[in-house]
């Protein structure tokens, strides 16, 4: 259930019914679960270990906060940590007018511009809009391949080009400048905008995104492969997904596999170590 006193915007904790006694509420929205917080916010979960829910156990806590300075105070939000202070629609969402798609004309509520040192907002994207979650692959490339069939033709960019014999599925999408060698298959999938594909490769169920480029003779399937990654000749990919910049070995043949390059997971945990070790140092 979401309460709205406005059509896109709604500060979080005030339904109580005495700032707005007149409410719109919904049973229809549904959590797309994307958060933006400040830095104190993430210190603030990692110093309490009873948080273990953004939506269930940090959100109403910091919708209380907006006007429970006694709960600030005991939860270590002082004015240092607060300092600084943007209100988060001056900093996120410098106009709100270009984003509604109604005619109405009901200013924003007061307290958006209330000030507060706790702000919690939401978006409420217009019913005009496409708004999809996904939380598993399968999930995504349904959700692609659903978007796909709601594009008008014609199904490959007229920037991009195609070889001799190629074919693109009224299932799928090509964008813009595009590469297709000759038999290239495409079904059910979408392709992003400067991509290439070897001649006589396919491409079944799968989403391939920027810059990316396959080799000849390849085939990948249910498969995701982030921008700039370099798929070599007589590939075979079955359920894989890719990272960016990724290089996949001529010939290789896998399946169900995340393909990543490890220094990236060593850059990372080496930065982890480090952030840790300042921490240390400071206290």
Request: proline share 5%; hydrophobic share 35%; glycine share 6%.
């Amino acid at each position: 259930m979401a309460v709205s006193p406005s059509p896109l915007l709604v500060r979080a904790g005030d339904a109580n019914g005495t700032r707005y006694p007149r409410m719109n509420i919904s049973t229809t929205l549904q959590d797309a679960h994307v958060y933006i917080f400040k830095k104190w916010v993430i210190d603030l979960i990692a110093r309490n270990g009873k948080i273990s829910s953004l939506r269930t156990d940090l959100l109403p806590v910091l919708a209380k906060m907006q006007w429970q300075s006694n709960l600030r105070k005991r939860e270590g939000i002082d004015e240092r940590t607060l300092l600084h202070f943007t209100p988060f629609l001056t900093h996120v969402l410098p106009s709100v007018d270009h984003l509604s798609t109604t005619t109405s004309s009901v200013p924003l509520p007061v307290n958006l511009k209330t000030d507060s040192p706790v702000s919690v907002s939401l978006f409420i994207a217009p019913p005009s809009t496409y708004t999809f979650r996904a939380n598993t692959i399968p999930t995504y490339l349904a959700l692609n391949y659903h978007r796909a069939l709601l594009v008008p033709d014609p199904r490959k960019h007229p920037s991009s080009k195609a070889g001799a014999k190629s074919s693109v599925g009224q299932d799928s999408l090509v964008a813009e400048n595009c590469v297709l060698g000759e038999r290239v298959q495409i079904r059910k999938s979408v392709i992003a905008q400067r991509v290439a594909i070897g001649s006589r490769s396919s491409v079944r169920g799968s989403i391939i995104m920027t810059g990316v480029s396959i080799g000849e003779n390849s085939s990948l399937e249910g498969c995701v492969v982030c921008a700039g990654a370099k798929v070599g000749d007589k590939v075979k990919l079955v359920d894989c997904m890719v990272a960016a910049g990724y290089i996949v070995e001529e010939g290789l043949k896998l399946s169900k596999q995340n393909l990543v390059q490890l220094d990236e997971l060593e850059d990372e945990d080496r930065d982890v170590e480090e952030d840790d070790d300042e921490d240390e140092n400071d206290e």
